[in-house]
């Protein structure tokens, strides 16, 4: 079995399956803890951050943390950021 065969087997298939389920639930969290407040284009930012794994420039970073910050305190920015921005 070569690389590009495992990389389509069914343990990636789990991991991709597991990947998008948590970054589900994190866009879940994200507009509840922001409700009505919650910017579509800041969680879409982030999915595609994270989906693609980009890593996240410090522009991005402040600007995710600012937008937080602003709608719902330190520590929820610190909980979203310290997940999604490694």
Known sequence: ??????????K??????????RLS????VIKSS???LAN???IASISSLK???LPASGVQR??????????HGAIL?????QSFIR
Request: net charge neutral; no cysteine; glycine share 4%.
């Open 51 to 53: 989906m693609e794994r």
């Open 25 to 28: 639930t994190m866009k879940n």
């Open 1 to 10: 079995m070569d690389d590009s065969e495992f990389s389509q087997g069914p």
């Open 40 to 42: 579509n284009t800041v």
């Open 62 to 71: 402040r600007s995710m943390s600012s937008l937080l910050n602003k709608n």
């Open 34 to 36: 922001l409700g009505l």
């Open 77 to 81: 920015k610190s909980v979203l950021l």
């Open 12 to 21: 990636a298939q789990q991991l991709k399956d597991l990947e998008e389920r």
